[in-house]
């Protein structure tokens, strides 16, 4: 399973739909202090994270759809619905353009060139395909670059339990054999040389059950649970089935104005910003027509004019943040 795990690839020609649900990050005792330290102050930094806990704790998890429609490396569409705050992001690929979508805005890139600075959306579909990972390997899949491997394994009838790691990492894991198969019912970090806040968070795999597009069983539910036993995530694998290419035809086309989107519908996105070489604009519509401005160059990946440079990357990207407004997912971390 070690070597399988390793060698993992998204199975393509399939649409992959599981759903993700966000807990409360803080302790009580955490949100107590961040409620003392918040405050009545409307901008305090904290109080984001404050109202987003205090909501999962009253509403229950925060919920995200995530559907990856996966004909090929080449021609994805990665849709994620979040649920909590009634927005979504949608990101497609295909040979000759890639564009991401939300309720208000369009960006457009050439996929056949590097992104621009942090556009990157590439890496969420990659991000997206380890999570499927997860469902079917039990993370074991993810260490390849770390320079992880198999440290000792021990059985006791149908029991398994091991250990791997490397790089200044180590996980234990728990599971068994049925029917010659390999089943990881949970892992848990026992060492972590980078992230020492993370050792003793571990996750738990269930609800197994054989999906023809891994010609196995694999988990439908993952668990990730802090330290303490609280769950932090939790991944609900709804449903693998079969793409076939006039579907995803169907799915992919550029969104345009007055033409219905296959998924989303009627999008009224007031931003359009065109990174592809040769174009590099952002259209704003406003009241009185659009508007077309030059994309400033240090968002193109390119050396800032001196204009720029006094303004800072961060400054130029605050500005395009704001019209544009297009961000990457929040919700996009470690799935």
Known sequence: MWREAQAFKLPPGYVYEWDVLWYPVMTDAELAATIAEVGTKPDHPKRAAMEEDQRRRRNGPDKSERRLYYLDAHNWRLNDSNLAEGTFNDVVNTDVVQWVLTRHSLAILDPGTPAPPHRNYTELMESSANAIGLFAFGGLGGGASEGWQPLRA??????????????????????????GQIRLESSRLLASAQRAEWVGRSFQFSEFAREPAFSREIAHRVKHLNPDGRPRVERLLRAIRPLTEAEFDRLSP???????????????????GDFRPGAETLTTKTPGGDRVDPIPTAQLGRPPAASLRQMGWWGVAAVIAALVGIRVWRHSRAT
């Not at 009838?157 to 996980?171: M, V």
């Not at 550029?254 to 359009?272: N, S, Y």
């Open 254 to 272: 550029l969104p345009e104005p007055g033409k219905m989107d296959a998924i989303r519908g009627d999008v009224k996105f007031t931003t359009v």
């Open 154 to 179: 021990s059985m006791r009838g149908s029991s398994l339990s091991g250990r791997f790691g490397g790089a200044g990492s180590e996980f234990e894991y728990i599971g068994d054999i049925r029917e």
